[in-house]
């Protein structure tokens, strides 16, 4: 079985202060974006488990029990099937960029969920599995639904949003990527009484009618300034592109990748050939959204 499964941009993140149980209070709109992973899952020896990594970042990856897909498979092995009869090899090509605020950890898990689940013909429904993938990360559950979708509670609580059109992107992947827990730390030492948890009225009706310039000013990322702090380059990431003519900027998740939103496929093709021309991040890319969330294709 293969899967492909999306990236994500938040296209606003609000985020609390943190909670008793160490999670904070999250209010985020998600779009999946045309930048993918691919993961192939074949029978193996019942109770073998294995994956192996191929492309973008894999040498930060761990290829053992405490990869974010191996860690899936096994789940769905446990809850719907007898782990000791089953077994997965299981193979990843990686586009999406490692700890890079895309939710490239949780793509491949929401990728093995759904192969795993069909490999050995498991009777889970999709909710089932988007609530199997809230037990391995908050971002798992989107990867699984894509499209365009409200996230509340951790990000896992989700509403599909109606959206028309298609938006023009340009991801700046930077050179390292960025701990997700010391962003969250740092955000909690520059903003201990918590960030905005509402939700932007314009941003929606910007979505509905498929206004990208309206879109755009409508951004916004409370994790934005704990990124930047910690990796201070990023602010001239951000102005550059506005400067060469984004709609709209934003550092994507807890970072460190920018997204510049685009009016159309032209101001993109042309955004990404200065920032490349300019070496403002290791990687230029363009992508569309929204898009599926992981899906067979064979």
């Excluded at 990796?231 to 506005?242: A, K, S, V």
């Amino acid at each position: 079985m293969r899967v492909r499964v999306p990236a994500k941009i938040n296209l606003t993140l609000g985020v609390g202060p943190v909670a008793e149980d160490g999670y904070h209070p999250l209010t985020t709109v998600f779009q999946a974006v045309s930048l993918h992973d691919e993961l192939t899952a074949q029978w193996d020896e019942p109770g073998a488990f294995s994956i192996a990594m191929w492309g973008e970042g894999v040498d930060q990856v761990a290829a053992d029990d405490s990869n974010l897909a191996m860690r899936a498979a096994r789940l769905v092995a446990e809850r719907f099937g007898a782990e000791d009869q089953l077994g997965v090899r299981m193979s990843v090509k990686k586009s999406i960029p490692v700890a890079g605020g895309m939710a490239g950890g949780s793509a491949n898990a929401a990728a093995a969920l759904l192969a795993c689940s069909v490999l050995w013909d498991l009777d889970a429904d999709p909710e089932e599995l988007r609530e199997l993938g809230a037990e391995l990360g908050a971002d798992v559950p989107f990867s699984l639904m894509g499209g365009t979708a409200i996230g509340t509670g951790r990000g896992d609580k989700l509403v599909p949003v109606l959206t028309r059109g298609q938006h023009h992107w340009v991801l700046a992947v930077a050179e390292d990527g960025l701990s997700t827990p010391k962003v969250f730390a740092r955000f909690d030492e520059l903003t201990p009484d918590g960030g905005d948890l509402e939700m932007p009225t314009e941003l929606m009706n910007a979505l509905a009618s498929g206004d990208s310039v309206a879109l755009g000013k409508c951004l916004r990322n409370d994790l934005a300034a704990a990124a930047i702090d910690l990796r201070p380059r990023l602010q001239q990431t951000l102005e550059e592109g506005m400067e060469f003519g984004a709609l709209g900027a934003i550092v994507s998740g807890s970072g460190p990748t920018c997204a510049f939103l685009c009016r159309n496929e032209e101001a993109a093709v042309a955004l990404s050939v200065r920032l490349s021309a300019e070496g403002v991040a290791r990687a230029v890319r363009r992508v569309q959204g929204p898009v599926p969330g992981a899906r067979l294709i064979s």
